[in-house]
């Protein structure tokens, strides 16, 4: 069963707009961790933003925000003022039970002028 | 400090050859782990270690195998390739799995 998904195979943006990005995931565990991290075309992963289940706020980071509502079993991330960097494959992780991380598959977010 | 390197960049293997991915970091992170990616499948664990000494097998481990002698060190190795190991591989480290991994380069695999 996927335990990250994300429906989203492509997205299309104007520049300077907000974009969210969908994550869903499935846990039984009341202790999880969710994370986004952004792989530009040079292929690097780079580390956007962490929320724990117990966090009481959403956590935002800059430009970057994870929209968590615990109840819906989303993790969206919320970017604002998009920027034509921000064109990149989006993926969506969840740590699974005490030592696992498990990847979703991935939205590839275009930024146009 | 170097982070996470790898090592090689580019490999390519005829099928049934054997070969080590190396994997190296310098933050004297304990958790270490290796991925897989596809196009379409995200990124799929392989193999991970919490310290060394001590590994686990991820969501697909057939066909690798690893070892943690050292702190720093985290080799992947394929024991006999098969076209379908064509991939990119990434290393990751971090404080443990619910911190920020940081990834290596990757290593682009073709198996012919």
């Known amino acids: 069963a996927q335990k990250i998904t994300q429906t989203q195979p492509g997205m299309f943006v104007q520049e300077k707009e907000a974009v969210t990005l969908d994550c869903t995931y499935d846990?039984?565990?009341?202790?999880?961790?969710l994370f986004w991290y952004k792989q530009p075309s040079s292929g690097e992963m780079i580390f956007l933003i962490y929320?724990?289940?117990?966090?009481?706020q959403n956590a935002t980071e800059g430009r970057y925000s994870l929209n968590f509502q615990k109840a819906r079993k989303s993790a969206n991330l919320v970017i604002s003022a998009s920027q034509l960097g921000d064109s990149a494959m989006y993926f969506c992780?969840?740590?699974?039970?005490?030592?696992?991380?498990?990847f979703g598959q991935g939205t590839r977010l275009t930024i146009n002028p | 400090n170097a982070g996470v390197t790898q090592t090689p960049k580019f490999q390519v293997l005829k099928t049934g050859q054997s070969m080590t991915l190396q994997c190296a970091q310098d933050?004297?992170?304990?958790?270490m782990s290796w991925y897989r990616q596809d196009p379409g499948m995200g990124l799929r664990l392989i193999h991970y270690?919490?310290?060394?000494?001590?590994?686990d097998q991820g969501e697909v481990p057939n066909g690798y195998n690893v070892s943690r002698s050292t702190t720093e060190d985290f080799p992947l190795r394929l024991l006999s390739a098969a076209p379908s190991q064509t991939s990119v591989y990434f290393c990751?480290?971090?404080?443990?799995?619910?911190?920020?991994?940081?990834f290596g380069p990757g290593t682009r695999l073709t198996v012919t």
């Open positions: 990751a480290s971090g404080l443990g799995p619910s911190y920020e991994q940081y």
């Open positions: 846990t039984s565990d009341p202790s999880y961790g």
């Open positions: 929320q724990g289940s117990y966090d009481q």
């Open positions: 992780a969840m740590r699974e039970g005490a030592q696992k991380l498990v």
């Open positions: 933050m004297n992170h304990e958790y």
């Open positions: 270690s919490v310290g060394a000494g001590i590994t």
